[in-house]
């Protein structure tokens, strides 16, 4: 196998993707598309999965390492890693039986920009 990084086309740059919310409104294909990744993190175990890949020496963590600090099934992992991979949270590769896997930094951009609050914003504040 390939040790060749795709792009991802699309997440170059964040700031292309998405304007904070406060500055423009979403269309409804970016709407669609981070739904998506907030909708994978609305899940406890999938947040914690995502910090703890996120956390890992070296900013990328094997399958095996990811399934003791849960009370669920190592299927119900797979699923869950499943499932942010999809949302396009996570990459990942097999290598020999083990599966790795690392977060995108694009997509934390992506989610980052976009809720992001302007420096100066009393409006919102006395709320």
Known sequence: MSNLELPVLGQDDASACCSPM???????????DLAKMFKA???????????????????????????????????????????????????????GTWVYYWVLPAALARLSALLQAPADNTAGSAR
């Open 22 to 32: 406060v500055r423009e409104s979403l269309g409804e294909e970016t709407a669609a």
């Open 41 to 95: 993190l609305s899940d406890p175990v999938r947040l914690r999965l995502l910090s703890l890949i996120a956390s890992h020496e070296g900013g990328e963590a094997c399958v095996c390492d990811l399934t003791g600090p849960f009370d669920v099934s190592q299927p119900t992992i797979s699923h869950h890693l499943k499932v942010l991979r999809e949302a396009g949270l996570v990459g990942s590769e097999r290598r």
